[in-house]
């Protein structure tokens, strides 16, 4: 079975602060695929990047930056310079391989950016 | 391109009685998966349809089902509702191949709420 963790349930910052969201995951598949998603208050979650198992390498999108660790069993999200529009739940998720469409979504971590 | 559609956006709903909730995927995807997101359990999977088919199926009691239709449409119902189906539902639709390591994008969803 597949799990997938976000310990912080809630995060306040400050406008320009950096801050990382945590997510780390449970897995006996060797192929898999992470994902993280932003749900803003409107309600409509929105993809914002996706991780397959054999790559490692850390990615950078702006001011949005993803740190993978096999060995750790993480993927950790990090937004640099933070503004009071990434204030949202982010989800961390999980799908394996078998085919079809099955995610596993961590709890969210819910991210309030305060001006 | 059009997003993914949710029909209605707000239902209250009595104990007992049933509900049908629709969903559009965007135009050319065949995966649909519908998730249950409360503020106790989280994001949690109901089901997925690719082409008509039930692919997977979350931990959920008979009450809920779904179906897809030939345009890929689908549609969920929970019948005999009870206070603790009081959900946001969640569709989303995936690209042609509904693998594993598609993102998914999400509808604004159907609050549901039962008195």
């Known amino acids: 079975a597949q799990k997938v963790t976000q310990a912080q349930t809630e995060i306040s910052v400050v406008e320009k602060e950096d801050v990382t969201l945590d997510c780390v995951y449970e897995t006996r598949d060797t192929t898999y695929y992470l994902f993280w998603y932003k749900q803003p208050p409107s309600g409509e979650l929105v993809f914002l990047i996706r991780r397959n198992s054999f790559d490692e390498q850390n990615e950078i999108s702006g001011r949005y930056s993803w740190n993978f660790q096999k060995s750790t069993s993480s993927f950790n999200f990090t937004i640099t310079a933070s503004q009071v529009v990434d204030s949202a739940v982010y989800f961390c998720a999980l799908s394996v391989s078998g085919g079809y469409q099955k995610v596993t979504f961590g709890t969210g971590t819910k991210l309030q950016v305060i001006p | 391109k059009a997003g993914v559609t949710q029909t209605p956006r707000y239902l209250i709903k009595t104990r007992g009685q049933q509900v049908t909730l629709s969903c559009s995927p965007i135009?050319?995807?065949?995966?649909v998966s519908w998730y249950q997101q409360t503020p106790g359990q989280g994001l949690q999977f109901l089901f997925e349809y690719f082409s008509e088919t039930q692919r997977n199926k979350g931990n959920f009691p008979g009450r809920f089902s779904g179906r897809q239709f030939s345009n890929s449409r689908s549609e969920m119902n929970v019948s005999t509702l009870e206070l603790g189906d009081s959900a946001l539902y969640l569709c989303?639709?995936?690209?042609?191949?509904?693998?594993?390591?598609?993102?998914?994008?999400f509808g604004p969803g159907t609050r549901l709420t039962v008195l």
């Open positions: 135009s050319g995807h065949r995966s």
């Open positions: 989303a639709s995936s690209l042609v191949t509904g693998g594993p390591s598609n993102e998914q994008f």
